[in-house]
């Protein structure tokens, strides 16, 4: 199992609160996503990073915003969330040492209501 | 920017057959495709992988092939088994050292026992 870890697994919100999916790897990767994934259905990429300092916005459009302070840690947040954040996030990395290969953490779930 | 479709969007085969899923990409500069598997409320993994300078890559019951010249790839799951049934994506790397991934949309597989 690849070690990166997503906090919190599961959370539900009201409306207009302000919320943060933390995402953590100890592989050393040193490039990192976020993909939105509703149950059973496509993996759409919301940001990734290439490293330190850097972030760049995915394919499908998304209020939420990335920082990459440090090279294991890839918070996601939202200011003001919103029921049609509903979904699924999933934390992602992939690094030389493994080849390039994408790992993804357990997913955060979140329900906005 | 790279496209990737993949084909079925859902499969049903009885144990014992065998499955195929294909994608298909448009980036024929591609180099990295790999197959994850996703069970119900879990996280995607990986299954199998092939790179570009090889035309097909075989572990036990699940093989990979690669056509580069018509640019897709296919998985292929043999004597398939009710444990296999899960939602399936094929993916493809980028290239120009991003190292960002483009999902297919998934098949469903569902194995009847």
């Known amino acids: 199992e690849a070690d990166i870890y997503q906090t919190p697994r599961y959370l539900v919100i009201g409306t207009g609160k302000k919320i943060t999916l933390e995402c953590s790897q100890t592989?050393?990767?040193?490039?990192m996503y976020w993909y939105q994934q509703d149950p059973g259905m496509e993996l759409h990429l919301i940001h990734y990073?290439?490293?330190?300092?850097?972030?760049e916005k995915g394919d499908l459009s998304s209020e939420s915003t990335v920082s990459r302070i440090r090279t294991e840690h890839f918070p996601l947040t939202l200011e003001s969330a919103r029921p049609s954040h509903t979904s699924q996030y999933l934390c992602a990395s992939s690094g030389t040492a493994s080849g390039n290969t994408i790992y993804f953490g357990e997913g955060s779930w979140l329900t906005v209501v | 920017g790279e496209n990737v479709e993949q084909h079925p969007s859902t499969l049903s085969v009885q144990e014992g057959d065998s499955a195929v899923i294909k994608c298909t990409y448009s980036d024929s500069a591609s180099n990295y495709f790999p197959w994850y598997k996703q069970e119900l409320g879990k996280r995607p993994q990986l299954i199998i992988d092939i790179r570009s300078n090889v035309g097909e890559k075989k572990d036990q019951r699940i093989a990979v092939t690669l056509n580069k010249t018509a640019k897709h790839f296919s998985l292929h799951i043999t004597e398939t088994q009710p444990e296999d049934s899960a939602v399936y994506f094929c993916?493809?790397?980028?290239?120009?050292?991003?190292?960002?991934?483009?999902f297919g949309t998934g098949t469903r597989l569902k194995v009847l026992a």
């Open positions: 592989m050393g990767h040193d490039k």
């Open positions: 990073s290439y490293g330190v300092n850097s972030t």
């Open positions: 993916a493809v790397r980028t290239v120009g050292g991003t190292y960002k991934y483009i």
